[in-house]
């Protein structure tokens, strides 16, 4: 009996070892569509759009559905969302984390590209010396006229965007530092918006400070983010802090629901590979924010011009 079962291993063993060398062993993917989120950045969209284009490459269904970028890691860990392609950690990270302790959110990788989520000034603010010691966060007792706005009361204007991304996050930041008594905070109610101000502000040769991120298309003209004190953990006031600190110098990365992997383990294998570098997300923005494609179009011209940067990650 012993020697039996034995022989009949060795003979198991052999045959897989021979089907291994012709035919990888690979479970199909589920048919069912992976769901990707779109939220209300460029990149962001864009990249739901080459990813869902990847894994469509590959035999897949996907589905996209408008959310919350907050809300969004929940509907991760029920299942309702497949996956997330940008997790910023400044924004978004203890939203993510918060999920995974829950049970059902998985870290499904880093993209190559490190971020920075922080307000700032396009980079003439600086050249012209339009408030003397900038980036540094001190310079900003000195200039708050410099930033006023028709809409400020006399206060230096901060325009940051919709209040969805992070709270009362920066409004606290400039309370905790001192500045609250010459500093308003506005909340722009979209990203274009921020876009549009920084255009007029541009042609008028004002000053103005806004939030702002890198990755993003504005890396190229120039963005100088202001110096705040260095992030620590816990340094926020929603996390227990004083709130008087920066934005971390933070990671991007990938979110999925836990049985992604098992229903579909090829689309899961290949976004586990998905990488972007600081160029490549930037290019996506830009070719939504400057070039004014369409999200889908700037996905496939996307796609199209950099085959040699997505097909090895589909291998
Ligand atoms: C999440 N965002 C990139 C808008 O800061």
Same mark, same amino acid.
Do not use: K
């Given at each position: 009996m012993f020697t039996k079962v034995l022989k009949f291993a060795a003979v198991g063993a052999f045959s897989v070892s021979m089907a291994a060398a012709t035919v990888p062993a690979m479970a199909a993917d589920s048919s069912k569509p992976i769901v990707i989120p779109t939220h209300n950045w460029s990149s962001q969209v864009v990249m739901a759009y080459v990813i869902g284009g990847i894994f469509e490459s590959m035999g897949n269904n996907v589905e996209y559905v408008p959310a919350d970028s907050q809300a969004v890691y929940e509907a991760i860990r029920n299942g309702d969302v497949t996956i997330s392609h940008e997790v910023w950690q400044s924004t978004f990270g203890k939203s993510f984390y918060n999920a995974m302790a829950k049970g059902g959110v998985i870290d499904a990788g880093t993209h190559a590209a490190s971020t920075l989520e922080e307000l700032g000034v396009p980079h003439y603010v600086i050249e012209k010396n339009l408030c003397p010691g900038l980036p540094k966060w001190e310079a900003l007792k000195e200039c708050a006229e410099v930033f006023a706005t028709a809409d400020s009361g006399g206060k230096g204007r901060i325009l940051e965007g919709p209040q969805s991304w992070h709270g009362d996050l920066m409004p606290n930041r400039i309370k905790a530092l001192g500045l609250g008594d010459k500093y308003v905070v506005k909340f722009a109610g979209g990203a274009d918006a921020i876009w549009a101000e920084l255009a007029s502000a541009k042609k008028e040769g004002r %000053? @103005?400070?806004?939030?702002?991120?890198?990755?993003?298309?504005?890396?190229?003209?120039?963005?100088?983010?202001?110096?705040?004190?260095a992030y620590a953990d816990g340094c926020r006031i929603v996390d227990g802090g004083d709130g008087k600190c920066g934005s971390p110098k933070g990671w991007l990365k990938k979110a999925a629901n836990y049985k992604f992997p098992k229903t579909?383990?090829?689309?899961?294998?290949?976004?586990?590979? @998905?990488?972007?570098?600081?160029?490549?997300? %930037?290019?996506m923005a830009a070719l939504v924010d400057i070039d004014k494609l369409s999200h889908q179009d700037a996905a496939k011209k996307w796609l199209a011009d950099n085959e040699a940067v997505w097909k090895p990650f589909t291998n």
């Open positions: %000053g @103005i400070i806004t939030f702002n991120w890198t990755p993003n298309f504005t890396d190229a003209e120039g963005f100088d983010f202001i110096e705040f004190p579909h383990p090829a689309a899961y294998t290949a976004f586990t590979r @998905i990488s972007f570098t600081t160029t490549q997300v %930037g290019q």
